[in-house]
């Protein structure tokens, strides 16, 4: 192949990122590398599994001063994969990321580092998520990502179900180098700043590379997009999402604690086909000198808009140090080192706390506020309420985190085998602290009592009383593992035109992790806010073999076998079988079929009580009462925990492509896969609880029923469950070519598409009857499903100058269902990035560039909150960077 294009592993590397260029080495000087999902070193780069290899230039040219803002441009990623994006005071895993390959969800995308696993964070996203923070590897630290498309359980254990994320840090320093990056966006808020410092030596015995790099970002609040800068979403076509919970707020009166008397004096708002009288519970604050405005009344409840005053996007400032080295010892024998440490702070903010009927006052309070009205049908009746603690203020978190990563080992050659072990140990920590708007439910119930403080007139309450209420929340989390890996590889014995080679390796791993919020969450004196509570631990022992057998000149198989034994879920085979077929040189045929596990993370087994507020349509009710309170997302407290039965999700997967390299510049791949996976691990969901099985009351708590209309929900039950399984399957095709020309410079084209043909989930329901039945749920093209992502991409280069155009293409969706069953479709969504670059300073490089370059808008999602999908797009628009780089 010609230099500067060969076809890299699945020939995408340069159609998705920018054409990462690998020169050939020298026939004469063949040199065995280890290519990711092989434990064998091989001499040429593509083998049987798909690999998309992303370098050091193609992250640069995506413009991203992290790792998630490129990764989660591949057409490959899917639903699972999130950034900071959305974190507000409710978010569990403030400051992180992941990517989701497949749309099989961050937990099933295995994360490693110079081939080495890595320690998830100690936060789990959206309380069930366990994953590998991207934001604790800075881009400066990076050679090239390899991005394995295909299950590789049997390669690297538990949780490469989706696939592999391999990060190959940089050992090709020699002297000293700093850069910069400055960049902005057109709407306002997050500016960037980012500096590096690398430097490094390379000699015949070794090299050590070492990096320090600083990272800062702003913020950006809902109220900086005009188009999500409110929660009533009505102008857009879409949801009224205010919160119910209101200021000063609504009263709330329970059948169970009024007289009859008191139950018959309340107003009837319709009567039930038997007779019964259906009678109003929910009042908004319009008594007394503070009241609730009128624009905020809707449904007779007191509304808030809580979109203004929450963080779309948290600062954060980041710190990290990268070494990397490896040193001869002895002849043939070299030990090799990673240290990695990083410090970040994270600044969160929340409107201000929510209650939701926690806070009650009796009857005869002096601050009741019908207690001047003797005649009103409230007068003297206990209530509860519903309001927000706009008066202390909004919601702030401080999330300090600290990383560190180190490996040692040796490795060496012994009579034609290589050999090498390596001992990790890796902790992450972190300390989430509330300094403001958060209330303790205690001191303010106690207050309400003694009458110190009137909820329902807030500008006669003192600064002295409201310090009584306020207080400080703190969490704690930690995640370690260490871990002990072997291995082995060489040639075991001639075979026709080759040799048979083999890898026999070991590894054995301690992982603990620890999610402790204060004794106040604990207690439920906290409200309105969501913290997670886990403790667990486990031991693995793994061993692995692999043979790479050259059937005949034109054929070569990959075999492997890995045996895992858990220390608190038995143990298990998985296998792959794989095969490279080149039946004429311009044809590559490869294919692959394995077998997967991912055991429970421990989050899912260990959770505590934990209360989150989701927002959910009480379908059950709207069909009666039509009462927009019903028909509309209505929040209400939820308790999860986590499931010490759950059962390991198992999977298959095969692979099956074909690479057409027609001439030196011009290549075509295409690749079909497919996932089938058995007792997949999912927390159930609210909405999914109150639509299957809003009658149960193990899982849904109701107000008492009146005549045939279910009471209002009080309280929803979720926890994790294994829901059956999940088929998916689809089709990446890849284009690329290459045009030089006479005067103009040289062009490098590319086009990597991911299609999914299905993607079906097996859900368990329950019938009338009560009996569980299997139901298939279609969610290719459903929400966060798009069927169909595709990057374009042109290179150019012409003397000193280079420049790239990229058009990143996400297809159109369905929203989820409304009250009526009916679902909008979310638009599809281009964009463009661009970037120059002037090389033509001795020592310098200066980049101008653009995400996003026309500014496209987020599609409207009407059952978000504030109209967006969080997940599937982002909402930053156009973003405008200028870097340098100079080396010494």
């Known amino acids: 192949m010609k230099k500067g294009f060969t076809l890299i592993a699945s020939s995408v590397s340069f159609a998705l990122l920018g054409g990462a260029s690998i020169a050939n080495a020298n026939e004469s000087e063949v040199e065995r590398i280890e290519v990711t999902g092989s434990h064998i070193k091989r001499s040429d780069l593509e083998g049987p599994s798909p690999v998309q290899t992303i370098s050091a230039g193609d992250l640069a040219a995506t413009g991203s001063t992290d790792l998630i803002g490129a990764l989660q441009k591949l057409p490959v990623a899917g639903a699972g994969t999130f950034s900071t994006q959305g974190n507000s005071s409710d978010d569990t895993a403030n400051g992180g990321s992941s990517v989701a390959l497949r749309g099989l969800g961050a937990s099933s995308t295995l994360v490693l580092i110079n081939g080495r696993r890595v320690a998830v964070s100690p936060f789990a996203k959206d309380i069930e998520t366990s994953f590998v923070d991207l934001n604790t590897i800075p881009v400066s630290s990076v050679k090239r990502i390899d991005v394995l498309k295909d299950g590789a359980s049997a390669t690297y254990g538990s949780d490469a179900v989706a696939g592999v994320i391999n990060i190959i840090l940089r050992d090709d320093i020699d002297g000293f180098e700093v850069a910069g990056k400055i960049s902005d966006t057109a709407d306002g808020g997050a500016e960037e700043e980012n500096f590096t410092l690398l430097w490094g030596s390379s000699t015949d015995k070794g090299h050590h590379n070492f990096s320090i790099d600083y990272f800062k970002r702003g913020d950006v609040f809902y109220a900086d997009r005009d188009y999500a800068s409110t929660a009533d979403q009505r102008f857009r076509g879409g949801n009224n999402a205010l919160s119910s919970s209101g200021f000063p707020g ?34 908004a604050d319009v008594w007394g000198n503070d009241k609730c405005p009128e624009n905020m009344i809707i449904g007779d409840i007191c509304r808030y808009d809580y979109a203004p005053h929450m963080t779309l996007i948290p600062s954060t400032e980041r710190i990290s140090f990268n070494y990397n080295g ?217 061993l692995f073999a692999e043979f790479n057998v050259p059937a005949t000149e034109s054929l070569e198989l990959q075999l492997a076998l890995r045996y895992e034994d858990y220390s608190d879920f038995g143990n298990t085979t998985d296998p792959k079988v794989a095969f490279r077929w080149t039946p004429i040189e311009e044809i590559v045929v490869r294919g692959s079929w394995g077998t997967a596990f991912r055991a429970p993370s421990l ?248 995400s996003n370059l026309t500014n496209e808008e987020a599609p409207f999602a009407p059952s978000e909150s504030m109209g967006v999908d969080n997940k599937t797009h982002s909402i930053l628009g156009r973003q405008v960077y200028v870097k340098f780089a100079y080396k010494f």
């Open 250 to 283: 609504s009263i709330e009166v329970v059948r169970n604690q009024l007289t009859d008397a008191q139950w018959e004096a309340l107003p009837v708002t319709r009567v039930e086909d038997d007779g019964t009288k259906v009678r109003q519970t929910i009042f």
């Open 326 to 542: 490896v040193q001869e010892i002895m002849d043939g024998v070299e030990g090799f080192a990673e240290f990695s440490a990083q410090h970040t702070s994270t600044f969160i903010q929340g409107a201000a706390s929510p209650s939701f009927t926690e806070l009650t006052m009796a009857g005869d309070n002096p601050n009741h506020p019908l207690a001047a009205l003797p005649d009103h049908f409230l007068h003297g009746v206990d209530i509860s309420m519903r309001r927000r603690t706009v008066d202390i203020g909004n919601r702030k978190k401080d999330v300090d985190s600290e990383y560190y990563r180190a490996v040692m080992g040796m490795r060496g050659e012994f009579q034609d085998w290589d050999w090498e072990f390596a001992y990790s140990a890796i902790r992450s920590s972190a300390v989430e602290k509330g300094f403001d708007g958060f209330p303790n439910k205690l001191r303010a119930q106690a207050a309400i009592d003694s009458g110190e403080w009137n909820p329902f007139e807030p500008s006669q309450n003192s600064q002295e009383v409201l310090d009584k209420i306020e207080t400080t929340t703190t969490r704690y989390g930690a995640s370690t593992m260490q871990s002990f890996d072997a291995t082995i590889s060489g040639e075991l014995f001639e075979f026709g035109d080759g040799y048979v080679a083999a890898a026999f390796g070991l590894e054995h791993r301690y992982e603990k992790i620890e999610d402790n919020p204060d004794s106040q969450y604990l207690n439920n004196e906290i409200f309105g806010t969501e913290a997670t509570q886990a403790n667990g631990d486990r031991d693995n022992t793994a």
């Open 603 to 850: 989050v899912q087994l260990h959770l505590g009580r934990t209360d989150e507020s989701p927002s959910v349509i009480d379908r059950d009710r709207c069909i009666i009462t039509k009462d927009p309170l019903d028909c509309e997302p209505f929040e209400y407290t939820a308790q999860v925990a986590g499931n010490k039965n759950l059962k390991p999700e198992e999977s298959t997967n095969y692979n099956l492509g074909v690479i057409w390299q027609a001439t030196d510049d011009f290549s075509v791949g295409i690749d079909y896969w497919n996932y089938d996976q058995e007792n997949l691990i999912k927390k159930i969901g609210a909405q999914d609880i109150v639509d299957c099985c809003g009658d149960d009351t193990n899982l849904v708590i109701r107000e008492a029923t009146t005549g045939g209309t279910p009471g209002r929900i009080r309280q929803i039950n979720d926890t994790f469950v294994n829901i059956g399984g999940r088929k998916t399957d689809g089709i990446d095709l890849d284009l690329e070519y290459r045009l030089e020309t006479q005067g103009m410079g040289e062009f490098k084209f590319g086009y990597n598409v991911t299609y999914v043909l299905n993607f079906d989930e097996e859900l368990i329901r329950t019938d009338e009857s009560g009996n569980s039945v299997s139901v298939i749920v279609d969610e290719n093209g459903e929400y966060q499903h798009p069927d169909l992502r595709w990057n374009a991409r042109v290179d150019w280069a012409l003397d000193d100058w280079i420049a790239n155009v990229s058009v990143n293409y996400i297809n159109s969706y369905n929203d989820l269902a409304d009250s009526a069953g009916n679902k909008f479709e979310i638009d599809s969504w281009t964009t463009i990035d661009t970037s120059v670059t002037y090389v033509g300073f001795d020592k310098l490089t200066a980049t101008l560039g653009a």
